[in-house]
């Protein structure tokens, strides 16, 4: 079948309510910037943005929020084919704007309804990338749709990624998204997880980039690649490892910068290019994201983020 569509982005979509300052935790907020959020919602508009072609898979409340986020997606030129409007209202999530790792509190709600539906066999068919998130995977129904259509587009022929975006208060059950991100791993995903939600996830800090790559790569995945924060990231296949040192940027803000990471990793594997040049196309989005607060504007030329390699 014609592979038409870059990448599938299948989880939540929601508004981020973004403290307008700087901010340890949210009893310091006074006042909230609305924002769109989501981390598979912003790496399809990264993405979008870069050139690709995108197809997001998501739930949004019949609301005001819902209205405005679906008007958002479709002026990025996203595919919304798939986007679904339930009954439930529009998740929210509360984030300090920080230097360093956001402070957040979700209310969870439409987008833990994406159904069976949305994942038509011959549209899952059609993608080259199919991606997901730990949050997105943490709650019923969205989970059994969201794996169900994981293995169809890798059975398809397409590669799958994940960000282990895990956190305790987003799915209290550790041991199953350990299952659940093993599961996924098995069928020869691309794996991107910040040292955070390493710790997050086991239990434990992330000191030993290579062993803790080399778990992912004994699961079945085909490409782990840890974020450090500060530090730079580390990326391995097996084959070959890199670490790649952050550089000196001016941030305005943290949330969203992982997934603009990624945009660019993902956009230039799907150009071809070798893993070292991946993880530093991945490097150049994100640095953009951290000079930047809230959504990136406009389209970006991929070349743009190409340019340490191209």
Sequence with gaps: MLKDIDIIAAGELLIDFISADFAEN???????KKLPGGSPANLAANLARLGKRVSLVSAVGQDDMGDYLARYVADLGLDTAHLARVALPT?????TRSRQVSNFEAYRMADTQLGAAQFPPAFVARAR????????????PARS??????????????QLSIDVNYAAKIWPDQREAQRVVADYCSRGAMVKCSEVDWERLYGHPLHDNEAAATHFLAQGASIACLTLGDKGCYVSNGAEAHFLPSRPVAVRDTTGAGDAFWSGFLSAWLDGAQLLHCAMSGRKMAERKLEHFGPLPGAIPARDIYVDWA
């Design 26 to 32: 949210l009893d310091e907020v006074s006042q909230f």
């Design 91 to 95: 998740t929210l999530i509360l984030v």
């Design 129 to 140: 990338l199919f991606h997901t998130t730990c949050f997105a995977l943490s709650l019923e």
């Design 145 to 158: 749709s969201i794996l169900t259509a994981a293995a169809q587009a890798h059975d398809a022929g397409a």
